[in-house]
Every structure is written in structure tokens, then in C-alpha cells.
């Protein structure tokens, strides 16, 4: 089956740090990969996705490229601010079989904490 | 637009005690589903639907069910509700349920079972 595996947070960095958050995938067909981000209180909104090996998802200066030789999806920032203070996960769907329907298997998420 | 709107946003029931948990969407999504999300583990499937009138299970269905009368509306019901279904839930929705879609969350409701 499809599973995804982050890595273990928390992560807590300072201001302008950079950040990397790590995602390994497994798969079957030709999944699409989104990061998906939870401020706190609220729910799930889109981030980023890539739908085919080699795209590059990118959005309020994070990134994360789809890599289907090593199966993963790292999350990237150059320069974290406090307002990025969330929690991240990585998502994937997955078509093998016919269509999907969109049907998200998720990782455990990963708490990013910002100081100042 | 409001999105994906979900109601209430936290509930308190007793252990047998039945309640339904609502999510409506304005923006003529054919597809809509619900997520459970307990610490350490994501959000797991529950039940989803690929249009008015048809439902299909999830990762973790049991002990939930849901209907599809509307495009608009995917409301989940607890029969009997049990401690191990403490959790937030989260209905989304999106628009052709592709592979591809991106898909938009409701705010979610806190669901506590004594």
C-alpha cells in the first residue's frame, strides 16, 4: 500500500534559518506529492504539489522537488519567519488502479516552531 | 465563497450517545470526503464521495456513516459513539476528485467521547 514518512519533529529554529523538512514516500501507479500546512486552530491548506517526477512545487518561498529515484519530497525554505510557525505534512495520491478519486495518504506531521 | 464550512466546532458526547457531525461546501465540488486526525498518526480516510449518491469507505470507516443527497452537503454520523473515536475531523472537498486535485479543508470539529 501507499505510505508516507516524515521526519520526527519538533523543529525549532530561529529566525532566517533554514529549513528542511524531510518526506519519503511509497507508492504504487504515479502518485501527485503535496505539502499541505496547519497554522494553528485552523485546518489544512495546499502549500505546495508536484504531479510528475522532477516538478519543482514551490509557494511563499518554500519549495520541494519530486524526486522518483530516491522517493522523496524534502521541504525547503531559505529563510523562515515567525508566521511560519505550523505544522507541515506530506501527502501523496496515488492513480494506480484507475482513478484515485484524490483519496490523500498522509504522513504523521511535522511541528515547525519560529522564534524570534 | 466560504469554502468548505463544518459544524460544530467541538462536541463533547457520552460513550453510546449518537450525533452528526455537518460539512457543506459552495463551490460545486463533485468530490468531497472526511479525515480523522489523531496525534502522531495524520489524517487517515473515513469515508468519501464522488458524487451526489455515492459514498465509498475510507482507511477507517467503522463506526461511521455518511450519505450524499446533495452536491453541496456530506454529513458523517456516529451510531454509538466510543472513546476511540476522540479525535478532530476534517471534511475536504474538491473539484473532479482527480489524482491531481488540490484538495480544501474545512476548519474541522473537536470531537471528545467520555
Known amino acids: 500500500g501507499n505510505s508516507v514518512t516524515q521526519m520526527e519533529g519538533p523543529v525549532t529554529l530561529s529566525e532566517e534559518a533554514f529549513l528542511t523538512i524531510n518526506c519519503t514516500y511509497t507508492a504504487t501507479g504515479y502518485p501527485s506529492l503535496f505539502w499541505y500546512v496547519q497554522y494553528p486552530g485552523e485546518g489544512l491548506q495546499l502549500l505546495l504539489k508536484?504531479?510528475?517526477?522532477?516538478d519543482k512545487g514551490s509557494n511563499k518561498g518554500f519549495e520541494a522537488t519530486y524526486r522518483k529515484e530516491t522517493t522523496s519530497f524534502h521541504l525547503e525554505k531559505g529563510s523562515v519567519q515567525v508566521s511560519d510557525s505550523a505544522v507541515y505534512f506530506c501527502?501523496?495520491?496515488?492513480?494506480?488502479?484507475?482513478?484515485?478519486?484524490?483519496?490523500?495518504?498522509f504522513g504523521q506531521g511535522t511541528i515547525l516552531t519560529v522564534h524570534p | 465563497n466560504a469554502g468548505v464550512t463544518q459544524t460544530p466546532k467541538f462536541q463533547v458526547l457520552k460513550t453510546g450517545q449518537s450525533m452528526t457531525l455537518q460539512c457543506a461546501q459552495d463551490?460545486?465540488?463533485?468530490?468531497m470526503s472526511w479525515y480523522r486526525q489523531d496525534p502522531g498518526m495524520g489524517l487517515r480516510l473515513i469515508h468519501y464521495?464522488?458524487?451526489?449518491?455515492?459514498?465509498d469507505q475510507g482507511e477507517v470507516p467503522n463506526g461511521y456513516n455518511v450519505s450524499r443527497s446533495t452536491t453541496e452537503d456530506f454529513p458523517l454520523r456516529l451510531l454509538s459513539a466510543a472513546p476511540s473515536q476522540t479525535s478532530v475531523y476534517f471534511c475536504?472537498?474538491?473539484?473532479?476528485?482527480?489524482?491531481?486535485?488540490?484538495?480544501?479543508f474545512g476548519p474541522g470539529t473537536r470531537l471528545t467521547v467520555l
Open positions: 463551490m460545486n465540488h463533485e468530490y
Open positions: 508536484a504531479t510528475k517526477a522532477d
Open positions: 475536504a472537498s474538491s473539484d473532479q476528485g482527480t489524482s491531481t486535485d488540490t484538495q480544501y
Open positions: 464521495s464522488v458524487g451526489a449518491g455515492i459514498t
Open positions: 501527502a501523496l495520491t496515488s492513480n494506480a488502479g484507475g482513478t484515485s478519486y484524490g483519496k490523500l495518504t
